[in-house]
């Protein structure tokens, strides 16, 4: 397992931001996904709660600020291409903004 700086990251690919998947360390249930830019991730790694990009509102957000529902880092974990993140995580509450425990709780109809 190799060791990347956050120099490293390919943040170029996507208009300076990269996916980023948080799982739960205990579950292993997949959380959410949401963007993070070189700033929020600099202050998740700081902070040790995530932080991401809001895409619609164009700002940092640390998730859980107005709900409480925080993530706490466990892990941060970068895939081969250096352009996504896993970020496992102790979860508090639920993870969707609609109350349910992950924000993939929808099943895609096939007809």
Same mark, same amino acid.
């Given at each position: 397992m190799k060791e990347v700086k956050i120099e490293e990251l390919d943040f170029n690919k996507m208009g300076s931001l990269i996916p980023a998947i948080v799982q739960d360390e205990k579950t292993k249930e997949v959380l959410m996904?949401?963007?993070v830019s070189k700033e929020s991730l600099k202050k998740t790694l700081e902070t040790g709660y995530t932080h991401?990009?809001?895409r619609s509102r164009r700002k940092i957000w640390?998730?859980?600020?107005?709900?409480g529902n925080t993530q706490r880092i466990k892990k941060v974990? /970068? @895939?081969c291409d250096y352009d996504a993140i896993l970020f496992? /995580? @102790?979860q508090k509450g639920p993870a969707c903004h609609t109350g349910e425990k992950t924000c993939f709780h929808?099943?895609?109809k096939n007809k």
């Open positions: 996904l949401a963007y991401f990009w809001s640390m998730k859980g600020e107005t709900s974990l /970068v @895939d496992v /995580v @102790d929808n099943t895609l």
